[in-house]
């Protein structure tokens, strides 16, 4: 039996198999299996093997491929908050670099207000061939519920370094590039609208905040903690000083940023001339908020990338290694020279 060099119509209707290319390899479908191993053949052998596949259009299954070879082309992904902007960000930056890699990556959506889903999906991943995992944008709960020592493949975790008060690497989180831009405007007084602290990024963001705050020796008059949307925002100008009238506030994330613009622009407040406001992602519909927002772009899905790039150097259970994310300020006119702050409303 030889080899078939042309395409007949019949080969297209079923799927091949490995039966059917060593049959028109005129080889054992053990032979077949070896080269799918990637295991030596002889030249004639290989031939024969990879003329038969391309010409029953064969396409390698990925989980027979990783039964056969013991080695999985998927990644699983743990993922939260897949509605939120930088958590999507994230996630595709992540796919991405699976992608390249020559991975495939599974999205396993889990509630981690159902603790009972958060356990059945640890067991899935289990169950799944699967060559390491990847968690998404955690929060502290979040990762307590995981239990990641209980995964069965190695995992990474997409995190910040942990920074402290006092802490000198908080100059260098991009956080600290907005605060920074608003004393370089003259600012004094600051007022922090801040994520929920159970997060490590909203403790990061407050901490590079604080060192800035320090090291400039300006004077912070309130801070708050709370979800990262725009309502959360627009609750938190209920904590404003109006006592001591702080011309800057600083927000955790454009969202929040706009709940803020919206309680101003209620009360009558002018932005920038009687207060500034920036805000924390770089968001692209921030440029159209009113007035469009200052911001920092943050590289997220840099951030995914590394992951995923850490996993796959990776030789054991452990989180990836911590890299300070990347962001670039972007100043608009929602910032400006000091006002005189908000002294009623």
């Known amino acids: 039996m030889t080899p078939a060099t042309q395409v007949d119509q019949a080969d297209w209707d079923h799927p091949a198999t490995i039966y059917t290319v060593a049959e028109r390899a005129g080889v054992s479908h053990q032979t077949v299996s070896r080269y799918l191993k990637g295991e030596s053949l002889r030249p004639r052998n290989r031939e024969r093997v990879e003329q038969a596949m391309k010409a029953l259009n064969y396409r390698v299954n990925a989980e027979a491929r990783a039964l056969a070879t013991k080695k999985s082309h998927r990644i699983g992904a743990f993922v939260f908050d897949i509605d939120d902007w930088a958590p999507q960000r994230v996630l595709a930056g992540a796919a991405e670099a699976a992608r390249e890699a020559g991975y495939i990556l599974d999205i396993l959506r889990v509630d981690p207000t159902d603790a009972p889903s958060v356990d059945d999906a640890v067991s899935l991943m289990n169950r799944t ?11 502290d709960t979040v990762l307590k519920q995981l239990r990641l020592e209980r995964l069965k493949v190695p995992y990474a975790v997409e995190a910040e370094p942990v920074l402290t008060d006092g802490d000198d690497r908080a100059l260098q989180h991009p956080f600290a590039q907005v605060v920074s831009h608003l004393a370089d405007l003259g600012h004094e007084r600051f007022f922090h609208v801040g994520g929920p602290r159970t997060w490590l990024t909203a403790r990061n963001r407050l901490a590079a905040y604080r060192e800035v705050i320090a090291r400039r020796g300006l004077r912070s008059c309130g801070e708050t903690a709370g979800e990262w949307g725009a309502a959360a925002g627009y609750e938190a100008m209920s904590s404003y000083p109006l006592d001591q009238a702080p011309t800057a506030i600083v927000t955790a994330s454009d969202q ?9 622009q209620e009360h009558g407040i002018r932005v920038p001339d009687d207060v500034s406001v920036s805000g924390y992602d770089g968001i692209v519909d921030a440029a159209y908020y009113w007035p469009p927002l200052t911001t920092v772009a943050v590289d997220f899905a840099l951030m995914g990338r590394n992951t995923v790039r850490s996993l796959l150097v990776s030789s054991g259970l452990g ?20 006002g005189s702050g908000i002294s009623e409303v």
Do not use: N, Q
Not at 129 to 139: C, E, R, Y
Not at 326 to 338: E, H, K, Q, V
């Open 129 to 139: 061939t699967l060559a390491g995992a990847v968690v998404i944008s955690p929060s």
């Open 256 to 264: 929040c940023a706009l709940g803020v613009l919206f309680w101003l």
């Open 319 to 338: 989180e990836a290694g911590r890299e300070m994310p990347l962001g670039r300020l972007i100043a608009r006119a929602s910032t400006g020279r000091p």
